[in-house]
């Protein structure tokens, strides 16, 4: 390669080193500093994106311990009621109207199935019934295809 740069002309010489240069500065280029400088963008992106979360999810704690969510939930007596019976009569008061099926599963739990349901209700007399001491052991939701809103639920809950 050295004998074949010795027979060029000095004009050809002086092309070869500038192409070579231009080579070497674009593969410095291509390899190196393009990505540093994305890396080192993506990574300010991602911390921006970051901070502003933690920031926002601070300002919802400050929120959340305004309204008193900070403090323990006090739990509601349930007069000394079989877990099906109070499940029953929340379902009631909620106005989700009959369920397909409540029956008792073992002697703190209960099994309540819906064919048609309003979403938003059901959620609510599930943390009613929360208050009460129950959990929700199982829960399997489907939507209706027939209407917004409506779906098919079936749960178990047991009483802590």
Do not use: H
């Amino acid at each position: 390669m050295k004998d074949w740069y010795l027979r060029q002309t000095p004009r050809d010489r002086v092309i070869v080193i500038a192409v070579s240069v231009l080579a070497l500065i674009g593969c410095l280029y291509a390899f190196v500093w393009y990505p540093l400088v994305t890396g080192l963008n993506d990574n300010r992106t991602l911390i921006n994106t970051k901070r502003e979360t933690l920031q926002k999810m601070e300002a919802a704690k400050v929120k959340i311990d305004a309204l008193g969510g900070g403090t323990a939930i006090v739990a509601k007596d349930d007069g000394g009621k079989a877990p099906y019976t109070l499940i029953d009569e929340r379902i009631r008061a909620g106005d989700l109207g009959k369920p397909d099926r409540v029956e008792p599963r073992g002697a703190n739990g209960a099994r309540v199935q819906f064919s048609e349901v309003e979403f938003d209700k059901l959620v609510l007399v599930l943390a009613d019934l929360e208050l009460y001491g129950l959990t929700v052991d199982t829960l399997n939701i489907s939507r209706s295809p027939k209407t917004s809103g409506m779906v098919s639920a079936r749960f178990n809950m047991e009483k802590n």
